[in-house]
């Protein structure tokens, strides 16, 4: 029972961090030419700040449980490792805790790759500080549309981990 509440927990993160992925990507990017920069801009910050300040609620709990059930299935010896890496499974949930790591990685350092330079970093990270005019939107299409594309192959994996 516990093992089901932490899948459902963890597909429940999954579902909010690649949906509000999706709507940026899908809504949001082509709003962009009906908006005009400055206001798009404007729409962009606070969609961000939102994103981020929600997001850990998540994105955490999903991490958290993801990293626990790769533990969990992982073998503790080098030897039966990579004997298990060799497996369809083992190597699926190993392809996908590296892509997640990677997301993870864009989405630390996302308050640093959107917005210019703040006096006070660390509650930058937090709370997002600045206003709209201090966003960088000319990497919103690169970042954005790679970090949909992964979180998609994730989801694919996580099914053909189960399927195949």
């Known amino acids: 029972m516990t093992h089901q509440i932490l899948v459902l927990l963890h597909l429940i993160g999954a579902i909010f961090f690649v949906g509000a992925i999706a709507l940026e990507v899908l809504c949001l990017d082509s709003m962009r030419k009906h908006l005009g920069e ?58 996908k805790a590296i892509l997640a790591i990677v997301l993870l990685g864009v989405f ?31 990497h919103f299409r690169f970042i954005h549309y790679g970090v949909f594309t992964l979180g998609l192959i994730i989801v694919i994996l996580a099914k053909m981990m189960i399927v195949c």
């Open 38 to 95: 400055e206001m798009f801009q404007k729409v962009e910050f606070l969609l961000f700040r939102r994103i981020k300040r929600v997001y850990p609620l998540f994105v955490l709990p999903m991490y958290a449980i993801g990293f626990h059930f790769y533990f969990q299935y992982a073998p503790d010896s080098w030897e039966l490792y990579t004997q298990w890496l060799g497996t369809h499974f083992g190597s699926m949930l190993t392809l």
């Open 108 to 138: 630390l350092t996302s308050p640093f790759t959107f917005m210019r330079p703040q006096p006070n970093k660390l509650k930058h990270f937090f709370v997002i500080t600045g206003d709209a005019k201090d966003m960088k939107t000319e």
